[in-house]
């Protein structure tokens, strides 16, 4: 449990809850925090799946920027891959991950709702890239992974204008999976991992895994990850009972041990 991070565990889901007052600003402390979350939850065989949310009123509105503000070179550059590598522990996570995002998400904020596998957005929620209106780019992720999610050409517009995108526009350009009403929000993004509660989480860490380092690699490795991964499968409890279910009963009716 951390000053500024809780992770919470219910019916086989996390939630990684972000509770810094009044904008959940990322400073080096949470990012650190938010790390050991990400650790914890990755460790726990009791956690199925993660939800991100900073609450109901805002997700957050990117890293601080008032401890940031004097810093020079030599500071960031010393600092600066420990916290990139705090929000890349959250991307790795071998479990379905979705953020639950009500309120700003923007610079760092994004970036962390970035590292999620889904997002969900509340139809007030705002976000977007403002750091070129602070005089820097995105550095937690922002240059790389929305490129990498909603193409090179809307990332550089949000990137390059700062500007805040609406829930609805986010939706249509692909940077949000779902928008609901705000109070929803988080029972939504709840509902859209609780399907992954008592499922085959060897197989889905191996999906996670081949489709995240395959989008890194060219196609013929990629297709080699995947490969590997597949036959990987066949040393689980959850093949043997996934098909013999079949067999035995049809689809869609196997209980899994998750090994
Ligand atoms: N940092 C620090 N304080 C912040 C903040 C932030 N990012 N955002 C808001 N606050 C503070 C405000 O200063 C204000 O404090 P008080 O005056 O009450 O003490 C309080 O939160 C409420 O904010 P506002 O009064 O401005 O509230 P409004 O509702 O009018 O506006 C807003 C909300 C979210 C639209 C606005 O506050 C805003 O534009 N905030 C800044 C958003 C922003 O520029 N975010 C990007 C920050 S740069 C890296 C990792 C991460 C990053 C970089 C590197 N490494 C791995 C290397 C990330 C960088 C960023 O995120």
Known sequence: MGEFVRVEVADQIATI??????????????QGEIAEAAGQVSAD???AAVILYGGERVFAAGADIKE??????ADMAERSAR??????????????????VTGYALGGGLELALCADFRVLGESAKV?????LLGIIPGAGGTQRLPRLIGPSKAKDLIFSGRHVTAA???????ADAVVPDAEVYSAARA??????????????????AVDTGLEVDLGTGLEIERLQFAALFATEDQKAGMRSFIDSGPGKATFTGR
């Open 128 to 132: 977007g890239q403002p750091e070129i």
């Open 169 to 175: 526009e986010a939706l249509s350009m692909g940077l």
């Open 17 to 30: 809850r972000l509770d810094r007052p009044k904008m959940n600003a990322l400073n080096a402390h949470v």
């Open 45 to 47: 065989p009791a956690v």
């Open 192 to 209: 859209m991992v609780a399907r992954y509660a008592g499922g085959p989480a060897m197989a889905l860490r191996a999906a996670k895994q």
């Open 68 to 73: 940031m503000a004097d810093l020079g070179y």
């Open 83 to 100: 916290l990139q590598a705090s929000f890349s522990a959250v991307a790795q996570i071998p479990k379905p991950v979705v953020a639950a």
